[in-house]
């Protein structure tokens, strides 16, 4: 979805402000939200990139305005709420009517520290063939979606050349709906210029795209990157 | 988003306090995890990670070889492996390429190798930015590329994690692998600077 998070290009925020010296976590209550938000994924209720899509699904005010854990606390309640682990009623009050964790997997600290350490891989075995190989020549689509999607709105229309298959990965877009499959993943590069028009400095960006997003242009074979 | 904080609305504090003792009253999160996976990313998974496997690149060409190669591979080698660091890749500056990297969607950077992204990487300024004028944002860092250095900026939009490795400083030749890490900082790591020269490092 194209919300307050989708933020490759937009103007008016301002310098960016390195903080010299800056703590890990501002807050106590940061560091909290952050543990609970961790801990409440190795539930098992929900998918990271359902966790993503919790947060996106704000107003994009609300989301610009609040700060970067503010927004993982308001995504946690969702989840949480949608799941139908905790109550709106509880939630408001704090306080518990039932207790639910009997038949969910509650980590202690032994096992926090273990899922943290073995992480969750995304690449995937896959039977089908990449349809792209390095040096192709693709477009991204043009998609207008209220769900997860992780091909920003700014290269949406671009032509760019397959650099690197990284293999097959879960795709965040039917992730998000909890069904888990995978599909082949690219490293896809774009000129500054095909991004931003010719007045822009010359760069590259290198983003990571999945099949679906893409439409063949042509291949190595031909003239190189169409710039 | 604020970054103001000395005078967050204590609503969010109690918001967080009261789900907090919510989740626990309910069975959904142990105190005792919570506590170890701060301490995790507080204490132990850190830029000191990341530093040390740019100054063993630096050091050794095997090694170098290996961690361009599959940096995933590498990092685990040396017991860097865990959430937000399954899929790594190093990108390696030289004196034609700049790398710079960013998550315009949201914040993922590689939390094995770096530890937390600071608050300015999950910005909107710099999430906006990084991709449309990257000169300009390496400047409010301090950092001037000659105008022949090409940059290539890395959108972490998928769950490939990116670390920058930095070139190495002159006047660090025969230095340890050790002393070496000290010059690596975490935004050198992410692009927006580079390694500290020697003089920077108190004798």
């Known amino acids: ?227 | 988003m604020s970054s103001d904080h000395s005078h967050l609305p204590s609503e969010t504090e109690l918001r967080a306090k009261a789900l907090e003792s919510l989740l626990v009253e309910k069975g959904l999160v142990k105190p005792e995890a919570l506590d170890a996976i701060i301490e995790t990313y507080q204490d132990k998974v850190g830029p000191q990670n990341g530093a040390h496997l740019v100054a063993l690149a630096w050091t050794d060409a095997d090694f170098r070889r290996r961690l361009l190669a599959d940096a995933s591979e590498a990092a685990a080698e040396m017991g860097y492996f865990g959430r937000q660091g399954e899929h790594l890749k190093a990108v390696e500056n030289t004196p034609e390429v700049h790398n710079l990297v960013v998550c315009t969607l949201c914040s993922c950077y590689p939390w094995t190798v770096l530890g937390l992204p600071p608050v300015w990487y999950k910005s909107a300024p710099y999430r906006s930015r990084a991709v449309s004028e990257p000169r300009a944002v390496l400047a409010e860092f301090g950092t001037e590329l000659p105008g022949e250095v090409g940059i290539r900026v890395w959108d972490s939009t998928s769950e490939m994690r990116y670390l920058v490795v930095p070139m190495r400083p002159v006047g660090t030749e025969g230095w340890s692998v050790e002393r070496l890490q000290g010059l690596v900082t975490r935004n050198a790591m992410i692009g927006v600077e580079q390694a500290l020269p020697p003089e920077r490092l108190a004798p």
Request: proline share 6%; aromatic share 8%; hydrophobic share 35%.
């Open chain 1, 1 to 227: 979805m194209r919300g307050g998070h989708d933020l490759g290009g937009r103007q008016g925020f301002g310098a960016v402000d390195p903080e010299p010296e800056e703590p890990v976590f501002h807050d106590e209550w940061e560091k909290r939200v952050f543990a609970m938000t961790l801990a409440t994924g190795m539930l098992g209720q929900w998918n990271i990139d359902q966790s993503r899509h919790a947060r996106e699904r704000q107003h994009p005010v609300a989301y610009l305005e609040q700060s970067y854990y503010e927004n993982w606390l308001a995504g946690t309640e969702k989840l949480l709420l949608e799941a139908g682990l905790v109550g709106e009623e509880e939630l408001r009050f704090g306080t518990a009517e039932a207790k639910c964790g009997e038949n969910l997997r509650v980590p202690d600290a032994a096992a926090a520290r273990e899922i943290l350490a073995s992480g969750g891989p995304a690449a995937r075995e896959t039977e089908n063939p990449p349809r792209f190989s390095v040096g192709d020549e693709v477009i991204v689509e043009r998609r207008h979606t209220s769900g997860h999607t992780r091909a920003p709105d700014y290269v949406q229309g671009c032509r760019g050349l397959v650099r690197e298959h990284h293999g097959a990965h879960v795709f965040p877009d039917a992730n998000s709906r909890g069904v888990p499959v995978a599909h082949h993943l690219y490293s896809v590069e774009f000129s500054s210029r095909e991004l931003w028009g010719n007045d822009a400095e010359p760069f590259d960006v290198l983003i990571d795209l999945w099949e679906p997003y893409l439409t063949f242009v042509k291949s190595s074979g031909a003239d190189g990157n169409g710039e």
